[in-house]
């Protein structure tokens, strides 16, 4: 929980998205929530100054990588990701008053929300039309709102009561354990104190575009004991076929080996984006395999130095 005064912190809204529910995770009471339209204006908030953080979706267990803000958080003033949080995702299919399933042709809800029900869909309602909505609960407030050309809402199941809806089903998924990875945003301060049970997010791009060039990127992590529990891919916009990689990795920047992958990955590769460590949301410690531990580096050091002949200290 973040509490010092008065912070602020911007969201994707409206009031009642998922979205919503992982920033009350974060936020005290005290707190000022900012709606914004979509990911990008959210995170422009926190970029300028506007406010203090912004929570935005990152990754879904279903239907993976949230492009706008792995995107977004490399384009622009830098910014560096502070707490992660875990938010189970289920969903309402939410209706206004009176109208029944056979009144259902088409429905409203974010493009990643829609993926993960597709199916649940299909085998209930048939062949009904996907109606974009900027999020969730943006969908459920445009159908209360009155007359729309979609007949129902995906929403989180609260949401619907909240915006008067009426509840068809509130139990709607395709994969039951479906969970939202949401990110706490800010510009570049202190990081989070280390934990043990740390991820550190970086977008590293590739060595050269030559055969084993993703091998190269990888032997910095692995060489060090590091583990990835996130890889995927992001072009880079340029030109066709250039891919810079968006990289959760287990530690954090205060661990010896994460600094010795940093050093690494800065020798062989242009461009190493670095976006925060901060503590695991599934609170696992990380245990160094043999050999990658701080004491190990330090010791491996000093004996260098020794070698050299310079008087220093040699932990172990
Ligand atoms: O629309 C919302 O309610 C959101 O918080 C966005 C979002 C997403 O971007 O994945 C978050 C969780 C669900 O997976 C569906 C949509």
């Known amino acids: 929980m973040v509490s010092d005064g008065h912070l602020r912190f911007s969201f994707l809204g409206p009031r009642g998205t998922f979205c919503h529910a992982a920033v009350t995770q974060v936020a005290d009471q005290s707190a000022e ?28 267990s279903v239907e993976g990588g949230v492009n706008a803000t792995l995107d977004t958080l490399t384009h622009g003033k830098p910014l560096e990701i502070k707490a992660e949080m875990l938010v189970p995702i289920r969903f309402a299919l ?7 399933i056979s009144d259902i042709h088409r429905i409203a809800t974010h493009p990643h929300a829609w993926a993960q029900c597709r199916g649940w869909i299909t085998d209930h309602l048939g062949d009904v039309i996907h109606v974009p ?11 209360a709102s009155g007359s729309t050309d979609f007949e129902a809402a995906l929403c989180p199941v609260p949401t ?3 915006y008067g809806l009426d509840i068809l089903s509130d139990d709607v998924a395709d994969n039951k354990n479906a969970v939202t990875r949401f990110i706490m945003a800010a510009v ?5 104190e280390r934990t043990g049970a740390d991820k550190t997010t970086l977008m590293v791009q590739l060595p050269s575009d030559e055969a084993g060039a993703l091998l190269t990127m990888l032997e910095q992590f692995s060489a060090r004991g590091v583990n990835l529990s996130r890889i995927e891919s992001r072009p880079i916009g340029d030109l066709m076929g250039r891919y810079a990689f968006s990289i959760d990795a287990e530690g954090h920047i205060e661990d010896e080996r ?3 992958v940093l050093v690494g990955l800065h020798r062989v590769c242009p461009s190493v984006i670095f976006l925060g460590s901060y ?19 330090i010791s491996a050091r000093g004996w260098v130095a020794g070698l050299l002949g310079h008087n220093v200290e040699i932990f172990d």
């Open 94 to 100: 939410a209706v206004r008053p009176g109208t029944t």
């Open 258 to 260: 994460i600094q010795a």
């Open 33 to 60: 929530l900012i709606p914004a339209l979509d990911v990008p204006s959210a995170l422009k908030m926190a970029r300028e100054g506007e406010v203090d953080y912004a929570v935005v979706p990152i990754e879904n």
């Open 279 to 297: 503590p695991s949301a599934s609170g696992e410690r990380v245990r160094p395999q043999p050999g990658t531990a701080d004491s190990d580096f």
């Open 160 to 162: 619907a009561a909240e």
């Open 133 to 143: 909505a900027t999020s969730t609960a943006a969908g459920a407030e445009i159908l």
């Open 188 to 192: 570049p301060g202190r990081q989070p």
